[in-house]
């Protein structure tokens, strides 16, 4: 797929891995329209990919906001004229036992995670419809191919998006527009420390866990974003991202009931 002189909605542009993709992205000549709630981060983002002779638009959007998100094609539009790539990266984390957390903190999650996905690609669809070559590609992780304990929430979302995102590819195969689903590993961002604590959890326990976390989580976003748009010009329709995914895929598939026997003493749990 060629990128020179498309356009590229990107949530989650802010920072980690969505700003490492719009940094690949405008590599290679592709416009953006950037969204975000972190107005300061995406101001960053943008400054970075200034300079390449492509339009560049920011964007205000929370993506759990449906109103918002039914209105954000329009306003794309307007700017832009038209889109060839929705990139579904926003995405939020929830630490902790299941029976801890709240659902209120659940439902949170998926109202960014998941259902952010699914009426982003529902609102852009038809412009992308209109498009000669457009692409769909939507963020799961290497937690929506296993599912560890602590992460109930989390798993089920990226599971949810991974689903949703092979069923599309299916429905949409032999139109103009293809689907990506995308599966990190351990990508160097912010998500761990930033995850919803449940109440009740000690200090010394979200210290912990954090630590452990922040020693899982070592590929630099860099490279997270450049595997994807590589990716994206090959049409893969799934990307794994880090040595790491691509042995858990493959132990996944070879122990789909037992592999977190394996998986846990690898990671030291």
Known sequence: MGLEGRTAVVTGAASGIGRAIAVSLAR????????????????GTAELVSGNGINVSRHRLDVADRVAVAAFPDIVADEHGGVDLLINNAGVAVGG???QVA???????FEINFWGVVRMTRAFL??????DDARVVNLSSVYGIVAPPEQAAYA???????????????????????????HPGGIATSIAEKARVPAGVTEAEIAQRREKYKKLLTLPPEIAGETIVRGIEKRQSRILIGSDAKAIS???RLLPV????????????
Not at 103 to 109: I, R
Not at 258 to 269: F, V
């Open 28 to 43: 290679r000549a592709c416009n953006l329209a950037l969204a975000d709630i972190d107005e300061v981060g995406m101001a």
């Open 97 to 99: 036992m299941f029976e």
């Open 103 to 109: 659902d209120e903190d659940f439902e949170w999650l």
């Open 126 to 131: 038809p412009l992308l419809r209109a498009s």
């Open 156 to 182: 089920a979302s990226k599971f949810a998006v991974r689903g949703f995102s092979e069923a599309l590819r299916h429905e949409l195969e032999g139109s103009n527009v293809g689907v990506s689903v995308v």
């Open 250 to 252: 493959l132990i996944a």
């Open 258 to 269: 037992s592999y977190w026997k394996l998986l846990a003493r690898r990671m030291g749990d």
